[in-house]
């Protein structure tokens, strides 16, 4: 009896001594953390720009913590409602996304050469961001479908049509990164769910040819191709991004300069608060801190695997690894651009990079996520 007594003090013990009682609370607390780290870092990369641009340090910050508001908002929404139900949505949210997209292109303000934003009076809505999570759900409802009645899967459907849709729309912008990754995600889909390898084969060849294709369409971007493996080559053009990237990646060390001390946010490195929003991240926490980003990542792509695993339905399954790899396929992409192993293509480093409907997407997808993990534990 007293052995027994020992054992279940034991069990209370190392129940206690963990950080989380399931995998959606594992997920919760990565996401928060990389939120307050995010926030953190969007406020010490763009406090000088807004100063000099707007007249206050904190223009950025406040409309950050406003995304991070509404973020919290759609996170919850999506963490209540049964992912199943989404199901019947598709297809409105589909056609609003594709009528935003087209929207952008006719009344779009253009910066830096590029229409991505639709104006909403306190904030700018980029349909771009929820065409990712849109073609996600098509896909997955249409791998569904074929996984349960043992059918096999094609590339050339409709599902695939409207994914190519929202994919030429915006390239048109232009937008070669999201683009990529609103086609790119899909595609890897369909190949983990078993495509046959024929074709896959077809696949990767239609692939390089499209890739070919957009990279001849804008002429600057076989520039950037060209100094992505030596950008000293042309350190004052088309590699100064990656150069000063590499500079203030460099400059942190092991430690890190310290918390707002960071210097290349003075006007040496474009898009600091955006795109290289992780190398002033580096620049600031050191090594460290990287790695400590790393881990919560690789953390996050475990703990969605685990609730991949876990779901009770086909559907389940796969939505949940094509959010997944929505996070932490952009996550790695970034990682790689902001390091110089991959060509400046826009693809923010999800919570840590400042971009208002990117996050609040991000956030709606993994409520999506905790629920497929929270229906299922209950099944």
Known sequence: MAGNQTQSNEVSQGEKKKF????????????????????????????????????????????HLINVFIGFISFLICFRIDYHKWRRFIPIVLILTVLALILVLVIGPQVNGARRWLPLGFTQFQPAEM?????IMIISAYIA?????GRSIDIFTPQMGMV??????????????T??????????????????VKKIYKL?????????????????????????WDPWSDAQNVGYQTVQSLSAIGSGELTGMGLGVGVSKYD???????DFAFAIFCQENGFL??????????????????VAAKAKDEYGQILAMGIMILVVGQAIANLLMVAGMLPVVGVPLPFISYGGTSLIVTMASIGILVNIGRVSEKE
């Not at 406020?43 to 904190?58: G, N």
């Not at 479908?145 to 009645?149: A, G, L, P």
């Not at 990287?290 to 475990?302: D, K, N, T, Y």
């Open 20 to 63: 989380w009682n399931n995998d959606m609370e594992a997920l919760i607390g990565i996401m928060v953390v990389l939120i307050i780290l995010g926030t953190i870092n969007v406020f010490s990369s763009s406090f000088i720009l807004a100063e000099a641009e707007f007249d206050t340090p904190y223009f950025f910050l406040k409309r």
């Open 131 to 135: 065409a990712k999570l849109i073609s």
């Open 145 to 149: 479908v074929r996984v349960k009645f």
């Open 164 to 177: 190519a849709v929202m994919f030429v729309l915006t390239e048109q912008e232009p937008d070669m990164g």
């Open 179 to 196: 683009a990529s990754i609103i086609l790119g995600i899909p595609l890897i889909m369909l190949v983990v769910a078993g495509l046959d």
């Open 204 to 228: 990767v060849g239609a692939v390089i040819v499209g890739v070919v294709l957009m990279i001849l369409r804008q002429p600057y971007r076989l520039d950037r191709l060209k100094v992505t």
């Open 268 to 274: 040496y490195l474009p898009e600091a608060h955006t």
């Open 289 to 306: 801190g990287a790695i400590f980003v790393f881990l919560l990542f690789a953390a996050f792509a475990v703990y969605s695997a685990r």
